[in-house]
C-alpha cells in the first residue's frame, strides 16, 4: 500500500490563536507516539500565504502516514493530537477542512 497523505485546514480566529496551534505541530511528530514509537513520516505547517485564495482558511498542515490505520489512530486514539484538538477547538471558526488519499504518484 502507497503512504497515506493528508491535508487539514483550519480557519483560525486570529493570528495569535494560529501561532499557538503552529507551535503546537512543531513537536507533532515527535509527540505523536503509537506503540511507542513516532509513527508520523511527514509533518509541514504554516499559515497560509493569501487565505482568500484558500476559503478563508488560515492555517495548513500537510502530515504523511505509512498507512490508513496510522491516520485513522492519530484521528481517533493518539493522546498527543487528543490535547491538540482540545486546545484548538476554542480557536477555529468552524471544523477544519480534512482530505486524505493514497499517494500514487510519489515524491
Known amino acids: 500500500m502507497a503512504p497515506i497523505e493528508r491535508a487539514t485546514l483550519f ?9 499557538k ?7 507533532m511528530k515527535s509527540d505523536a507516539k503509537k506503540d511507542g514509537k513516532p509513527y508520523i513520516l511527514s509533518l509541514r505547517a ?41 486546545m484548538a477547538k476554542t480557536m477555529l471558526k468552524g471544523p477544519p477542512t ?3 488519499f493514497e499517494n500514487v504518484v510519489g515524491n
Open 46 to 86: 504554516g499559515s497560509i500565504i493569501d487565505p482568500s485564495r484558500a476559503g478563508g482558511h488560515t492555517v495548513a498542515v500537510f502530515a504523511t502516514y505509512a498507512s490508513l490505520e496510522d491516520m485513522k489512530y492519530y484521528d481517533d486514539e493518539d493522546p498527543a493530537h487528543t490535547e491538540l484538538k482540545k
Open 98 to 100: 480534512v482530505v486524505f
Open 11 to 19: 480557519t483560525v480566529g486570529n493570528e495569535e490563536d494560529g501561532k
Open 21 to 27: 496551534i503552529l507551535e503546537t505541530y512543531k513537536t
